[in-house]
């Protein structure tokens, strides 16, 4: 119940800020807006295991793997690499992509 409500915020905090900068008229992405959207995202190196499952499509097993894979191999750097992690493929790197930053 702790991580669908937690996944729920920040859902609801990205599409909060989604709707916010679509909302304005003439709105442009310049390196503010970028820098402030890229700190909503969860950095996936540096998250907890309790930080990763709150995101959608990761559960306590896949937090486990991705915190074992950076401890053994170093950070991961990109989606392409996150599917190297065991059990993340293609299409749940994308979806957790969305979510998460690599830096």
Not at 52 to 71: F, N, Y
Not at 88 to 103: C, P, T
Request: hydrophobic share 40%; proline share 3%.
């Amino acid at each position: 119940m702790k991580n669908i409500v937690i996944a729920l915020l920040l859902t609801g905090l990205t599409l909060t800020a989604n709707q916010t900068l679509a909302a304005k008229p003439g709105a442009t992405v310049n390196k503010q807006t970028a820098t402030a959207q890229q700190q909503q995202k969860l950095n996936l190196n540096k998250a907890s295991a309790e930080q990763l499952e709150a995101v959608p499509g990761i559960g306590k097993a896949k937090a486990q793997a991705i915190l074992a894979h950076i401890q053994q191999n170093g950070p991961i750097t990109s989606q392409k690499q996150l599917t190297e992690v065991k059990g993340i493929g293609d299409k749940l790197a994308a979806k957790i992509g969305q979510y998460v930053s690599f830096d």
